[in-house]
């Protein structure tokens, strides 16, 4: 048996040693890795900044594919894949880049074209086949050739004459260069079109809108999915699609012009896609406040499963200073499982990480979010020199932090009990913004402020004049008579609430 | 000095200058007091992202008697990509392609966007980064706070050796 292993072993470390002295080429051996992890990006029309479709361009830029995939900064892909398998991971085996470096040292040798895998057949145009509904930005907004990174958003408004569920959103920039990713909200209460354009320019800036819900968001690299099995998001009718865009200025005065395609489904899904948002409200409720200085902040916030859940999918939130963040699960049992470990954060790259098969976290799994972050000048990414302290907000400059987990009920029986539970999560905001509006004297200007929300001047708060994230636990508290509405006594109760809230926190 | 005869005057410095002077000193005074090679590519994010930047240096710094070239370091390359490129981007520097790296050879230059900085008497006085904007491949700063070419041209200029005479330019490789 022994002798056996020893042969196996000899005759196997002769193959690897036969296998390393072989010439490395271009069509057999690099070919393959490039065709299958960079040309869906560098090909004509797509994102990435110079086409690698064959030897002559792979060539001219070996040097550079040597350095960027040996440190990893391509193909990009954050979130750690030795701790969570997630579906298409862009990443090289440790091999494939010794392969390339190899190829590199050797002088580039071309090989034998007959060696070389087929071209990939890609798609052209949209990558999920002809949208069910197109949209395309009325004006084009001008991003300068400079300057800093710039969050614009953009109203599209639907006019869905019924409620849809969406699989998938898929996005076509007119200026690639600079267009660096878009996330996809939704805003109900035609708040955003009321910011349109205000300052001139198509848009506005700041997350500054209601939102109510999201479409996911379009990252470059990431081939656009749908929504695995019957899985569908919410769409409202009357709701606007709000893109959320961050832009690069490429060194060149670019228009960008969006086209969105939106893909719907057939029919409602047999279970309700639930977040939970961990902290809730992209981070609020952790009330972030970081020093000028601040190397290692951290926040961090858990979350009880009340019932069995099965995962889908993760992704997370986060601005300049932010440095890392993972998401773990801590089952009945005891065991850990790691749903999402970025030990890199890079908010260049802020994609959906889908898990390779959905995971079951059985009822009292304790989900926790924990979120570093630098605010000094060691931090390359800081906005800001000398550093200054950093809050919660809705500016690129202000910081959020958050991990959102996205899955089903495993039982539907559970799904309603699941579904208050992620309502709660969201409530969690509450003592945090009960904590801000005192310190904002907010008890104070009450009068003023419910005088502000009354928009029709009846003196009472209409459920439509609440703002949207508030509306349901506002509601939920302060409505006795459950007209939607509240009234003189019921705004009372508010200001009594907001009383007992200030002494709790023991102002 | 003064009674001497305008030619014998020619002659005497003619005869010296070639001897004593310093060549610097023996070029016309229209020459540069000191040239900037800056290597960049037609297709590289990090080259391109610098071009407002080269191009206000190269407007500042013309009229102070620096001489600025582009280098595209790029066999592959024509002529008109370059200038369909230099429209692109708004940039007036004068170019040169460099198919043969006899200039990448001279400054020693490794990647785009790289400055080389060149004193009156040809030597290299500079060679790195033209700021802070990046930090590594897609780090970039949001606040540039070092500008490193500016101070070295202002440094030449004034006859000074820069404080900081190379830094390690961050971009896209130069292919041998």
Excluded at chain 1, 227 to 245: H, V, W
Excluded at chain 1, 400 to 418: H, K, N, P, Q, Y
Excluded at chain 1, 482 to 497: N, Y
């Amino acid at each position: 048996m022994n002798r056996l292993a020893l042969a196996c072993l000899l005759s196997s470390a002769s193959l690897l040693t036969a296998a390393d002295e072989s010439p490395v080429t271009f069509h057999r051996d690099i070919a393959p890795i490039i065709y299958a992890n960079c040309t869906g990006c560098h090909r004509p029309g797509e994102s990435g900044p110079f086409p690698l479709t064959n030897y002559a361009e792979v060539s001219r830029r070996a040097l550079t594919i040597e350095r960027v995939v040996s440190d990893r900064y391509m193909p990009p892909w954050h979130a750690n894949p030795e701790v969570t398998r997630f579906l298409d991971v862009r990443r090289l085996e440790p091999e494939e880049i010794t392969l390339i470096e190899r190829w590199v040292a050797a002088g580039k040798p071309e090989g034998d074209p007959d060696s070389a895998p087929p071209y990939p057949a890609f798609t052209e145009g949209w990558q999920l086949g002809e949208p069910d509904l197109v949209l395309t930005m009325k004006d084009a907004y001008e991003v300068p050739a400079e300057g800093r990174d710039i969050y614009r958003n953009f109203v599209l408004p639907l006019e869905l004459p019924e409620d849809k569920w969406v699989k998938a959103v898929e996005l076509r920039p007119s200026a690639r260069s600079v267009v660096h990713h878009s996330l996809f909200f939704l805003d109900g209460a035609g708040t955003a079109r009321k910011l349109d354009g205000k300052d001139g320019k198509p848009g506005f800036s700041g997350m500054t809108f209601r939102m109510d819900g999201g479409l996911g968001g379009y990252v470059p690299g990431v081939t656009p999915k749908k929504l695995p099995g019957d899985l569908a998001r919410p769409l409202p009718k009357g709701s606007d699609l709000i893109l959320s865009t961050h832009f690069h200025p490429s060194g060149k005065a670019e228009r960008e012009q969006t086209t969105v395609g939106i893909y719907f489904a057939d029919a409602p899904p047999s279970k309700k896609l639930e977040e939970l948002q961990l902290p809730p409200g992209f981070g609020r409720s952790a009330g972030i406040d970081i020093p000028p200085g601040e190397k290692n902040y951290r926040i961090e916030d858990s979350f009880t499963l009340p019932v069995d859940v099965e995962a889908h999918f993760v992704s997370g939130h986060a601005h300049y200073l932010c440095t890392t963040m993972r998401m773990s699960a801590t089952l009945p049992g005891g065991e850990e499982r790691i749903l999402l470990d970025i030990p890199d954060w890079d908010m260049d790259w802020q994609d959906t990480y889908y898990f390779a098969e959905p995971v079951v976290l059985p009822a009292g799994t304790v989900v926790r979010s924990v979120i570093t972050y630098d605010n000094s000048t060691e931090n390359p990414n800081n906005p800001t020199t000398p550093p200054v302290r950093v809050k919660w907000g809705r500016e690129s400059t202000d910081e959020m932090g958050s991990i959102t987990l996205s899955g089903v009920a495993l039982d539907e029986g559970d799904a309603a009990r699941l579904q208050l539970s992620t309502r709660s999560n969201r409530a969690r905001l509450f003592a945090q913004l009960g904590k801000e509006l005192r310190q904002g004297g907010v008890l104070e200007r009450l009068p003023a402020i419910v005088k502000n929300l009354d928009a029709n001047g009846d003196g009472l708060l209409q459920e439509s004049e609440l703002p949207q994230r508030l509306r349901g636990p506002l509601l939920q508290r302060l409505d006795e008579n459950g007209d939607k509405t509240l009234d003189s006594s019921e705004i009372e109760d508010l200001k009594t609430w907001l009383e007992t809230l200030k002494k709790q926190n023991g102002a | 000095m003064r009674g001497l005869p305008l030619p014998f005057l020619c002659a005497i410095l003619l005869l010296i200058g070639g001897y004593l002077v310093p060549p610097a000193l023996s070029t016309p005074p229209t020459s540069p007091k000191a040239s900037v090679d800056l290597f960049v590519a037609t297709d590289c994010p990090i080259a391109n992202a610098c071009a407002p930047e080269i191009e206000r240096l190269y407007q500042a710094y013309k009229t102070k008697g620096v001489d600025f070239r582009l280098v595209f370091p790029d066999r592959d390359l024509d002529e008109g990509e370059v200038r369909q490129h230099l429209a692109d981007f708004g940039l007036n520097v004068p170019f040169v392609i460099d198919r043969d790296h006899a200039f990448v050879k001279r400054g020693g230059a490794t990647v785009t966007p790289e400055a080389v900085v060149y004193n009156r008497l040809g030597a290299i006085a500079y060679r790195g980064k033209i700021d802070n904007r990046y930090t590594d491949f897609g780090d970039r700063r949001i606040t540039v706070s070092e500008f490193y070419l500016r101070d070295a041209l202002d440094a030449v200029l004034s006859g000074k050796t820069p404080a900081i005479e190379r830094t390690a330019a961050i971009g896209c490789l130069i292919e041998q």
